[in-house]
């Protein structure tokens, strides 16, 4: 990743069409790079889960400026995500590539409304099992507390006083890791992001599970 982060430090300091354009061969090269990286860390993943092709992707460096009050036309970063394949395998990764800020992420971004209650509904029932999850040796260490935008007080139809209270207040469900530069320099870099995201699978397999049953336990898929 050493075009693309040098690229981005310089993009940083110089956010216009004109520098870029003075420097497109260097984006290009960067991009190109990106893209590379971009499979070699797909094909990885893909020895240890089943990804949907179509939902997998590197995203454009450019900016919708149309309703943000920066009008910056460049984005400060490079990213890419990559879905899981199926109703029987929910939830996904992305890596985030910006100089002094390089991490993965996994998990659940943006539930539909039913999704989330249905979340909601299984974790009031028995938290049990996604606190042991959350709190093992394993995911504990690597990613620390999970990540996501929480409420305030309980959701719309849930006791404030529900024992499970601190998890119903999530409206996204992330487990986050990061990097530093020097290990998205190394070679090794994208078995490293593929190892990480290995290490949330029984995360993304117990949310799965909670999605794909019923409040008895009864398929739903």
């Known amino acids: 990743m050493k075009k693309t982060l040098e690229f981005l430090k310089d993009l940083d300091k110089n956010n216009n069409r004109e520098w870029f354009e003075q420097n497109r061969d260097r984006y290009e090269a960067s991009h190109a790079e990106v893209k590379d990286f971009f499979q070699i860390l797909k094909e990885l993943i893909g020895k240890e889960d089943v990804?949907?092709?179509?939902?997998?992707?590197?995203?454009?460096?450019?900016?919708?400026?149309?309703?943000?009050?920066?009008?910056?036309?460049?984005?400060k970063s490079r990213s890419m995500t990559f879905r899981r394949a199926g109703d029987e395998r929910r939830g996904g990764y992305y890596l985030h590539i910006e100089p002094g800020n390089i991490f993965l992420a996994t998990g659940f971004w943006e539930p539909s409304p039913s999704d989330l209650l249905h979340i909601r509904k299984q974790i009031s029932q028995s938290d049990e099992t996604l606190r042991a999850i959350l709190n093992s040796k394993e995911i504990n260490k690597y990613f620390g507390e999970m990540q996501g935008e929480q409420l305030k007080t309980?959701?719309?139809?849930?006791d404030k006083e529900d024992p499970?209270?601190?998890?119903?207040?999530?409206?996204?469900?992330?487990?986050?890791?990061?990097?530093?530069?020097?290990?998205?320099?190394?070679?090794?870099?994208?078995?490293?992001?593929a190892n990480g995201f290995a290490k949330a699978r029984p995360f993304l397999d117990y949310m799965t599970e909670i999605l794909t049953t019923d409040l008895n336990g009864v398929p739903l898929i």
């Open 51 to 75: 990804l949907d092709p179509s939902g997998s992707k590197v995203f454009r460096i450019y900016r919708d400026v149309r309703f943000s009050k920066d009008k910056s036309p460049y984005k």
């Open 164 to 193: 499970a209270i601190d998890l119903l207040r999530y409206k996204r469900f992330i487990l986050t890791h990061h990097f530093d530069e020097k290990d998205a320099l190394s070679p090794e870099f994208a078995g490293k992001v």
């Open 154 to 158: 309980a959701p719309k139809g849930f």
